[in-house]
Structure formats: structure tokens, C-alpha cells
């Protein structure tokens, strides 16, 4: 599969029509506002439209990469389709460091917010991974954090979509 970003203006047709031509087995499909495929918001009636596209081709949404950090409406409403429609597995969204708080404080509260998330997926039947990025305000950039966020849910249910480029950057770099 790919990440559908690149081509995130193309239809779900035209999606599927080019995830077929390449020869890909599916997509990671963007359902966030910043370089989202589809709106979160309109996940409801577009989300069906591309598994719907690409299931005619043979083709299928495998994960889908959201903005999620915690449980709200929105989360809710974009979790509860993505299960509804099939889809098990989605990125959940990043958050960064606050400079006036303590980092120990924020990796506490991200990692409550986790805590409720995996709760939500065990529901739902999904698993919710958090991508490593690179950068000194990063929550999770240093690998460490998400041991400390993740050391007691279930990786059934939360995990972590690991980036060796990254990661690459961060243990070099930063």
C-alpha cells in the first residue's frame, strides 16, 4: 500500500483508477483537515465513497491517518466509521510540547488521553498507532516517551507506527 497524500485531490474513482494502474494493493488514506483526503468532518459520507471506489478494483483502505489525540465528538464520529466500514487499523495525530509546561507533565496527560483512546478502540475493535516525528517539540520524538505513554495498554489496541527516517533524525540529529 501507499499513502494517499501526494494524491490527495484526485476522487475516489480517480484514486481508485490510480492505486489499480500502479498496481498497489490499497491505500493509508488522510482523514484529517492539514493534507487530508478526506474532511474529518465529511467522514461519513466520503470515507464509504473510497472504500466503496477501491473495493470495485479489488483494491481496499488498509489504515486510515487522522488527527486523533484524544476523545472527542469528532474522534468518535471518525473512529466509529472507520470500524463501521471494515477499516481496523488508523495513525493517530501528533501532539507537540508546550514550552511553558514540564515535559514529564505533558507525556502524564498525552498519555492519559492514550489511555481513553485504547479504550474507545477495544469498543470498537481498532488498533490506534502513534507515528515517531523528528524534532525537539515532538511529543514521542524520543522513543522513550512512547514507552512511557504506552507501557500499560494493550498493543491490541494502541501501538506505534514507527518511522525510520525519523527516527534517523532524531537519534542523529536533534
Known sequence: IAFSKPFARLSPDETADFVAEIGWDGIECPVRAK???????????????????????????VIVTTEITKVDPLAEKILRTTARLGIKKYRLGFTKYAKDKPIPDTVQEVGAALKEISA??????????????SGVDYVGAPIWDLW????????????VCFDIGHATLEGGLS
Open 120 to 133: 474507545l478502540n477495544r469498543e470498537l475493535g481498532l488498533q490506534g498507532g502513534w507515528q515517531n516525528h
Open 35 to 61: 493534507a487530508g483526503q478526506i474532511a474529518p468532518e465529511r467522514v461519513e459520507e466520503d470515507l464509504p465513497k473510497m472504500v466503496e471506489a477501491l473495493k470495485k478494483r479489488g483494491k481496499e483502505v
Open 148 to 159: 512511557m505513554m504506552m507501557r500499560d495498554l494493550d498493543p491490541k489496541t494502541i501501538g
